[in-house]
């Protein structure tokens, strides 16, 4: 059965930093996106980045590029989100996911597997 674990978040000043991790096991994730989402409180959860666990293929959304970079880590089964210049609208809980369902690689309906979540708090 497929776990994915977040953790790395935390409370951080704007400008800040922080490194997310997603620990994957029981799955083979060669051809599968892997990618981060966040939901912040009364919003839909959100697409923020993904990345090919292939060839390293990475896709992010306007509001992050730029100031975060996903990668991932083959020989631990781990992905990663590291998180620069972070500000007060950050703030949010965020999810790694996996899957194979028919959906474009942004839309939550393509991922069957997700973590329990890590909230990350940016203060102003």
């Known amino acids: 059965q497929v776990q994915l674990v977040e953790s790395g978040g935390g409370l951080v000043q704007a400008g800040g930093s922080l490194r997310l991790s997603c620990a994957a096991s029981?799955?083979?994730?060669?051809?599968?996106?892997m990618a981060w989402f966040r939901q912040a409180p009364g919003k839909e959860r959100e697409f923020i980045a993904f990345?090919?666990?292939?060839?390293?293929?990475?896709y992010y959304t306007t509001s992050v590029k730029g100031r975060f970079t996903i990668s991932r880590d083959s020989t631990n089964n781990t992905m990663y989100l590291q998180m620069n210049s972070l500000k007060p609208e950050d703030t949010a809980v965020y999810y790694c996911?996996?899957?194979?369902?028919?959906?474009?690689?942004?839309?939550?309906?393509?991922?069957?597997?997700w973590g329990q979540g890590t909230q990350v708090t940016v203060s102003s």
């Open positions: 996911a996996t899957g194979r369902a028919p959906y474009p690689v942004t839309s939550r309906l393509r991922y069957d597997y």
């Open positions: 029981g799955h083979t994730f060669s051809g599968d996106p």
């Open positions: 990345i090919n666990w292939m060839n390293g293929y990475t």
